[in-house]
């Protein structure tokens, strides 16, 4: 019987896996090869500070893995699949968080105040303990080297509003826990989920990050004005900074700087990058090459 014969039940059941099935488990058995083996790969897109000479505050880590064609898969489509289990999205969120510290470390060396901020899953607030987990991994990979400074100092944990709905107690009591070992906390992708406008005021949050989708038309459209103008007035009213996502033209750039926007971060500025070119963006910031985008075209 299937009970007794495995071989059988097997073979019973294999016609109902279909083909979407079998490329989703090989699929995720890749990706579990891919994170244990270091074969992920994080990217780093520039945050500039909407001030005179738009200094350079740090970046944000955006993971992607590389395929043997070639090609860098985007997180869009490998991410749900790492949320599908608790276990993975874990490993692949304790990856990112050491690797991002690692190279903010070496590019603090020559830059102190630099920040890098990394995304947190929802998921990832399901399992008990994520700030204990974060800290140990950091501290593993750290090693003996204890220059003083608080295990996270530097780091930003970018959350959405998903995770704040997830359970309210447990996700302020992680975020405390993070900000308190040196990290600050950033809500991302503000005004497209579903979150009360209560868990802002309750949450310890230092950053508040206006979403792509208002930012988009905000120079020529003025209901989108009037939501990026509010946010901005909302975060500066609870003591946080306003950072706008997505920012491709130098009208939205003036846009933003006339709504008192903190900071800046978009295609217009600089793509996300691989580690090895941002020595180079380093050094174009220090001479100013980042400003020619706002220069008409024409001008010296
Ligand atoms: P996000 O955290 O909101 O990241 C910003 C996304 O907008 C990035 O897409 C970035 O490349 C893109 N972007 C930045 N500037 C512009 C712009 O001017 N125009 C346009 N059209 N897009 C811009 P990316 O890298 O594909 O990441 C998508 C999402 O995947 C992220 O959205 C984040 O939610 C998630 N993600 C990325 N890395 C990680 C990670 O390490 N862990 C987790 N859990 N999620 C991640
Ligand atoms: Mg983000
Ligand atoms: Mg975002
Ligand atoms: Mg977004």
Not at 129 to 150: C, F, I, K
Not at 253 to 268: I, K, P, S, T, W
Request: proline share 6%; hydrophobic share 40%; with cysteine.
């Amino acid at each position: 019987s299937a009970k007794t014969d495995g071989g059988a039940s097997w073979r019973y059941y294999e016609p109902v896996m279909n083909d979407a099935v079998l490329r989703r488990i090989e699929l995720e058995t890749r990706l579990r090869d891919a994170i244990r083996s270091g074969a992920l790969e994080l990217h780093y897109q520039p945050i500039h500070a909407l001030r005179d000479g738009l200094p350079l505050l740090g970046f944000e880590a955006l993971v992607r893995w590389p395929q043997p064609d070639g090609t860098l898969l985007p997180p869009a489509q490998f991410i749900p699949l790492a949320e599908s289990s608790a276990e993975l999205i874990d490993t692949l969120g304790t990856w990112v968080c050491t690797t991002a510290l690692h190279q903010l470390t070496l590019w603090r060396r020559d830059h102190p105040g630099l920040t890098l901020s990394v995304n947190l899953s929802a998921r990832q607030f399901d399992r008990a303990g994520l700030a204990d987990r974060m800290m140990a991994a950091v501290a593993a990979n750290r090693g003996e080297s204890d220059d003083g400074q608080a295990p996270l100092q530097g780091l930003e944990f970018e959350v959405t509003e998903g995770a704040m709905m997830r359970d309210p107690q447990r996700t302020h009591d992680e975020l405390a826990r993070l900000r308190a070992a040196g990290a600050t906390i950033a809500i991302d992708d503000f005004g497209t989920g579903y979150s009360s406008l209560a868990y802002l005021k309750q949450l310890p949050i230092d950053r508040l990050k206006i979403d792509r989708t208002f930012v988009r038309d905000l120079d020529r459209d003025a209901d989108d004005a009037a939501i990026v103008l509010a946010a901005v007035e909302l975060a500066h009213r609870l003591g946080q900074a306003a950072v706008a996502e997505g920012v491709e033209r130098p009208t939205q750039l003036h846009a933003l700087r006339a709504m008192g926007c903190d900071a800046v971060q978009g295609y217009g500025l600089a793509q996300p990058m691989p580690a090895r070119q941002v020595p180079a963006y380093l050094r174009g910031v220090a001479a100013g090459e980042h400003l020619r985008w706002l220069q008409p075209a024409g001008s010296p």
